[in-house]
C-alpha cells in the first residue's frame, strides 16, 4: 500500500515531465523542504517520453540561445548530476535551407549564436551532404550547423532527475490527478487532488499541454494549445552513418536522426487541428513521403518499425511562458514551449528554483511572462519546426 499523500508542502510542482522532475531535483537541492510533485499519469507520459531527443541552442532569439546552451552544459554533467546516463549524443544540428529568407534568417541567428561562444556555422550544399549523406541537394542554397547539438533520451532524463530528487527528500506522486486549486484572495490556499488534499502557499505549473486548464483552476490564463505531432522509427538501414546530425530540411519541417540501427523521423502537418487527439492515423503521410522524395529519397525504402503521437505545447508567438501570476501569489508557471521544452527543461529547472527562492536567475525571463500578450509587441522564435 503506497504512503498518503502529504497533508501539506512548501512547493507543490504539478506536472511530472521534464520540467516538473527538473524543477523538483534543483528546489530539494537548494534545500527547499517539502516539494510535492503531482503526476495524473506516469513520470514523463505527458509529451516529454514521446518527444524526438533533440537538444540544441540552435535558435534565433538570444533568450533562447541561453536557455539551450544552459541546458546543453547540464546535460553534459548528467551522469555526475543528477547522476544518470541519458545516452547523450551530440553530432550536431544541420538545417538544410532552400529559401532565400530562410538563408537570411539562419545568418542572423548564426551571428547571435557565435556572439554566444557557440560554434554554429552557415556551410554549402556540399558539405550538408558531407554530413548527412542521405540527402539530396537539389534545390539547396545553403545549410547552417550546429556541432554542438544532438539528441539523447528523454526518459533517461526523466528518471535521472525524479530518482535524484526523491534522494534529496521530495515525495513525487504518480496517478494523482489535480481537482482544483484553491485561493483565498489572491493567496494559494491549498492543492485538491484525488488522492486528497495539500495545504500549500506555493505552486508550479508545469503541465505541458495541459497546462491551460490547470492553472484556471487558480483563475489564471496561460495560452496554451495542444497540438498533435507524429514520429516513425524506421527499421535497421545498413550503412547509416554513426554521427548522423539531427537533420532538419527547414522549408517543409521534415527531419530525422539516427535512432539505434535505423532512423527516428516525424514532420509538422500544416492541416492538424488542435486538440488532445494522440491516435495515430495516416493523413499526414503523403505530406511527409513528399518531403522525403524531394528530400532524402534513399530513406523511402526503409521500412517502418514502430511510431506513436504526442502533443506540442503551442503559444501564439512559438516561445514559453515563464514567470509568476501576476493575480495570484506564487503561482508560478514554465510551459508552452512549442516545440522545445525537452530540450530547455534542465535550464528552466534553474531559473524556476531562483524565481521561488527570489535569486537573480542566470539568464532575464521577464520577456517569457505571460503578460507579453497584453502588449502590441510580441516575440516570436523563429527556428522552430
Same mark, same amino acid.
Given at each position: 500500500m503506497s504512503?498518503?499523500?502529504?497533508?501539506?508542502a512548501?512547493?507543490?510542482?504539478? /506536472?511530472?515531465?521534464?520540467?516538473?522532475?527538473?524543477? =523538483?531535483?534543483?528546489?530539494?537541492?537548494? /534545500? %527547499?523542504?517539502?516539494? %510535492?510533485l503531482?503526476?495524473?499519469?506516469?513520470?514523463?507520459?505527458?509529451?516529454?517520453?514521446?518527444? =524526438?531527443?533533440?537538444?540544441?541552442a540552435?535558435?534565433?532569439d538570444?533568450?533562447?540561445?541561453?536557455?539551450?546552451?544552459? &541546458?546543453?552544459?547540464l546535460? $553534459?554533467?548528467?551522469?555526475e548530476?543528477?547522476?544518470?546516463?541519458?545516452?547523450?549524443r551530440?553530432?550536431?544540428? !544541420?538545417?538544410?535551407?532552400?529559401?532565400p529568407?530562410d538563408?537570411?534568417?539562419?545568418?542572423?541567428?548564426?551571428?547571435l549564436?557565435?556572439?554566444?561562444?557557440l560554434?554554429?556555422?552557415?556551410?554549402?550544399?556540399?558539405?550538408? $551532404?558531407?554530413?548527412?549523406?542521405?540527402? &539530396?541537394?537539389?534545390? !539547396?542554397?545553403?545549410?547552417?550547423?550546429s556541432? &554542438?547539438?544532438? $539528441?539523447?533520451?528523454?526518459?533517461?532524463?526523466?528518471?535521472?532527475?525524479? =530518482?535524484?530528487?526523491?534522494?534529496?527528500?521530495?515525495?513525487?506522486?504518480?496517478?494523482?490527478?489535480?481537482?482544483?486549486i484553491?485561493?483565498v484572495?489572491?493567496?494559494i490556499?491549498?492543492?485538491?487532488?484525488?488522492?486528497?488534499?495539500?495545504?500549500?502557499s506555493?505552486?508550479?505549473?508545469?503541465?505541458?499541454?495541459?497546462?491551460?486548464?490547470?492553472?484556471?483552476?487558480a483563475?489564471?490564463?496561460l495560452?496554451?494549445?495542444?497540438?498533435?505531432?507524429?514520429? !516513425?522509427?524506421?527499421e535497421a538501414i545498413?550503412?547509416l552513418?554513426?554521427?548522423?546530425p539531427?537533420?532538419?530540411?527547414?522549408?517543409? &519541417?521534415?527531419y530525422?536522426h539516427?535512432e539505434?540501427?535505423?532512423?527516428?523521423?516525424?514532420?509538422?502537418?500544416?492541416?492538424?487541428?488542435?486538440?488532445?487527439d494522440?491516435?495515430?492515423?495516416?493523413t499526414?503521410l503523403?505530406?511527409?513521403?513528399?518531403?522525403?522524395?524531394?528530400?532524402?529519397?534513399?530513406?523511402?525504402?526503409?521500412g %517502418?518499425?514502430s511510431?506513436?503521437?504526442?502533443?506540442?505545447?503551442?503559444t501564439?508567438d512559438?516561445?514559453?511562458?515563464?514567470?509568476?501570476?501576476?493575480?495570484?501569489?506564487r503561482?508560478?508557471?514554465?510551459?508552452?514551449?512549442?516545440?522545445?521544452?525537452?530540450?530547455?527543461?534542465?535550464?528552466?529547472?534553474?531559473?524556476?528554483?531562483?524565481?521561488?527562492?527570489?535569486?537573480?536567475?542566470?539568464v532575464d525571463?521577464?520577456p517569457?511572462?505571460?503578460?507579453?500578450?497584453h502588449?502590441?509587441t510580441?516575440?516570436?522564435?523563429?527556428?522552430?519546426?
Amino acid at each position: 500500500m503506497s504512503t498518503p499523500l502529504p497533508s501539506r508542502a512548501d512547493v507543490v510542482v504539478v /506536472g511530472g515531465g521534464v520540467m516538473g522532475t527538473s524543477i =523538483a531535483f534543483h528546489l530539494a537541492e537548494a /534545500g %527547499v523542504r517539502d516539494v %510535492v510533485l503531482v503526476e495524473r499519469d506516469s513520470l514523463g507520459s505527458g509529451s516529454t517520453c514521446k518527444a =524526438a531527443g533533440g537538444v540544441r541552442a540552435n535558435f534565433s532569439d538570444r533568450l533562447n540561445i541561453a536557455l539551450g546552451a544552459r &541546458s546543453l552544459d547540464l546535460f $553534459h554533467q548528467f551522469a555526475e548530476r543528477p547522476g544518470q546516463e541519458i545516452d547523450l549524443r551530440t553530432p550536431g544540428y !544541420l538545417f538544410l535551407l532552400s529559401r532565400p529568407e530562410d538563408v537570411a534568417l539562419f545568418e542572423a541567428s548564426t551571428t547571435l549564436q557565435n556572439e554566444a561562444g557557440l560554434p554554429t556555422r552557415m556551410i554549402s550544399p556540399a558539405e550538408a $551532404h558531407r554530413l548527412s549523406p542521405l540527402i &539530396s541537394t537539389d534545390g !539547396l542554397l545553403a545549410a547552417c550547423f550546429s556541432p &554542438s547539438d544532438g $539528441h539523447c533520451t528523454p526518459e533517461s532524463v526523466v528518471l535521472g532527475y525524479a =530518482a535524484a530528487a526523491r534522494r534529496l527528500g521530495a515525495v513525487l506522486r504518480t496517478g494523482c490527478e489535480v481537482l482544483d486549486i484553491d485561493a483565498v484572495g489572491n493567496e494559494i490556499r491549498r492543492v485538491v487532488t484525488n488522492q486528497g488534499v495539500i495545504e500549500t502557499s506555493t505552486v508550479i505549473c508545469v503541465a505541458g499541454a495541459w497546462s491551460a486548464s490547470v492553472a484556471a483552476m487558480a483563475g489564471v490564463e496561460l495560452p496554451v494549445t495542444p497540438l498533435k505531432r507524429q514520429v !516513425l522509427i524506421t527499421e535497421a538501414i545498413p550503412g547509416l552513418p554513426p554521427e548522423l546530425p539531427m537533420t532538419i530540411d527547414f522549408s517543409s &519541417s521534415f527531419y530525422f536522426h539516427g535512432e539505434g540501427q535505423g532512423l527516428l523521423l516525424g514532420m509538422s502537418d500544416p492541416d492538424q487541428p488542435p486538440g488532445f487527439d494522440l491516435a495515430q492515423t495516416d493523413t499526414w503521410l503523403p505530406g511527409l513521403t513528399s518531403a522525403m522524395e524531394r528530400r532524402a529519397p534513399a530513406i523511402l525504402d526503409a521500412g %517502418v518499425a514502430s511510431g506513436w503521437a504526442g502533443l506540442y505545447e503551442i503559444t501564439p508567438d512559438h516561445n514559453a511562458l515563464i514567470g509568476e501570476a501576476e493575480g495570484v501569489n506564487r503561482l508560478l508557471y514554465a510551459t508552452g514551449f512549442s516545440g522545445h521544452g525537452f530540450l530547455q527543461g534542465p535550464a528552466v529547472g534553474e531559473v524556476i528554483r531562483d524565481l521561488y527562492l527570489g535569486r537573480t536567475p542566470f539568464v532575464d525571463v521577464t520577456p517569457l511572462d505571460v503578460r507579453r500578450f497584453h502588449n502590441t509587441t510580441q516575440r516570436r522564435e523563429l527556428n522552430v519546426v
